[in-house]
């Protein structure tokens, strides 16, 4: 992306300039924290009035909570990228080293916003009509067709590069055409769901994308120090602070005791825009790496999500009114019910020791669900909303600072360049 000015700091007698754009994208995403930190109580009985509200399941007094608000910060997120659209293609500014305008660079942009403003359609449409299960996985892939065109008319790059020993048998890069394609329908698919399945306690989807978000910003600006490809980081910039200004909005509100809900809007929006700018910044297998927790919380959901053991609709944590603390959930069923599968996947956790399972002499058998969020439990013991949540996040953490770890001297030992 062109930068038509920068300002320079000077630091221990080093120059480091920023780039004009940079400076008003921070302002801006500062104006939409304070927008949505104003919008958000304000618009609180217009969601409980429109119907659109669940039960706080994990308090005693079971409240009546507005939810979806998801689509609220998901507004505020698009118009702060509208207002930011002139900054860095002022037509007379942004002219590149051979005098031309930008298209490429503007087409994705405008296509990554049309693929989250899709995407919170789609999730808005998922709260209020509450679609069926099989549904909610097409709808990423849908939404993230105006970003696949895009990419194939504009880009259209479907070259990996390969690790060092590969490389030998098939050269240093490999073009994988259609397959590139798939890949990153199906890299929307997984962020999007990914999230949407690691919740059910207060604050958690949103704690757990601002981590991913600032994971993903940290790892941009090493890059951009390290004077990597530097467009391609300051694109994914651009887009990260504004959503990062109007999630921390919504944390204020989401975080327990929670006074709003986020809704599948807020999951499906977030998974789209981490999506979004792994691949238009080309670091989509990096992204990957910020969603270890999500990964083996989606690993270890398998045999639930493909139904081989039943799952209720709600496998969040299940309060104890007498204790006011969160136990694991339960699912039960009979081993002679299962297919193949099913008793493939049970005897297998269950050496494995990572459920906790009691099975009575008439063969029904009962164990925890499979989220990491009651396999903490298991670990800690009943324990309260908030410091479950707390658990959940260090771990996030601990799992970035690894991705960290291993994406700088891992990937360097495996690829002479890596994206
Ligand atoms: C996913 C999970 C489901 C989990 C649910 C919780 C799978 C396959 N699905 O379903 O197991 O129970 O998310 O969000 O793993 N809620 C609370 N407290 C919270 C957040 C949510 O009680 O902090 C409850 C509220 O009643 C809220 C409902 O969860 O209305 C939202 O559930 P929804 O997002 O519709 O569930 P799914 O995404 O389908
Ligand atoms: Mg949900």
Redesign the pocket.
């Known amino acids: 992306m062109a930068v038509f000015n920068s300002v320079e700091f000077h630091t221990f007698g080093s120059a480091v300039s920023i780039p004009f754009p940079l400076i008003v994208n921070v302002i801006i995403s500062v104006g939409a924290f304070y927008v949505g930190q104003k919008l958000i109580p304000k618009m609180k009985t217009m969601f409980i009035n429109a119907n659109l509200?669940?039960?706080?399941?994990?308090k005693s007094s079971k409240p009546r909570?507005p939810?979806a608000f998801g689509v609220v910060t998901g507004c505020i997120f698009l118009i702060s990228l509208f207002l930011f659209i002139p900054i860095p293609f002022v037509r007379d500014f942004s002219l590149n080293s051979q005098g031309e305008f930008p298209h490429n660079k503007f087409v994705e942009f405008i296509a990554a916003m049309l693929s989250i403003c899709c995407m919170i359609l789609l999730g808005f449409a998922d709260?209020v009509l509450?679609l069926r299960?099989r549904d909610?996985l097409y709808l990423p892939t849908v939404a993230s067709l105006p970003l696949l065109m895009v990419y194939y008319t504009n880009f259209n790059s479907t070259t990996i590069i390969m690790p060092r020993f590969v490389a030998s048998f098939v050269g240093t890069s490999l073009n994988i055409g259609i397959l590139y394609y798939i890949y990153m329908g199906m890299l929307a698919v997984f962020c999007t769901n990914a999230i949407?399945?690691?919740?059910?306690?207060?604050?958690?989807?949103v704690c757990q994308s601002l981590v991913i978000a600032g994971s993903i910003i940290i790892f941009n600006l090493i890059e951009i120090f390290s004077g990597h490809c530097k467009e391609a980081y300051e694109f994914s910039l651009y887009i990260m602070f504004p959503y990062v200004g109007a999630t921390l909005a919504l944390w204020k509100y989401?975080r327990y005791p929670?006074q709003v809900?986020?809704?599948?809007t807020f999951?499906y929006l977030s998974g789209m825009t981490f999506a979004v700018v792994g691949i238009l910044g080309h670091f989509s297998k990096t992204v990957l790496l910020f969603f270890i927790p999500q990964i083996i919380n989606f690993l270890y959901?398998v045999p639930?999500?493909f139904r081989f053991i039943p799952?209720?609709?709600?496998?969040?944590p299940k309060y104890d009114p007498s204790t006011g603390l969160l136990n694991f959930s339960r699912t039960q069923f009979r081993t002679s019910e299962l297919n193949i599968l099913g008793k493939f996947c049970y005897y297998l956790f269950r050496h494995a020791r990572i459920i906790k399972c009691e099975e009575t002499e008439d063969g029904i058998v009962t164990c925890n669900?499979f989220?990491i969020i009651n396999f903490a439990i298991l670990f800690t013991g009943p324990i309260r909303?908030d410091k479950l949540n707390n658990v959940l996040i260090i771990f996030q953490l601990v799992c970035s600072i690894f991705a960290f770890a291993i994406r700088y001297p891992l990937a360097h030992y495996f690829y002479e360049t890596i994206n």
Do not use: Y
């Open positions: 509200s669940g039960i706080d399941m994990n909570i939810e709260d509450n299960w909610k949407n399945i690691l919740a059910g306690i207060n604050g958690l989807e989401n929670s809900f986020v809704g599948d999951n959901s639930q999500l799952c209720p609709r709600h496998r969040l669900n989220t909303e």
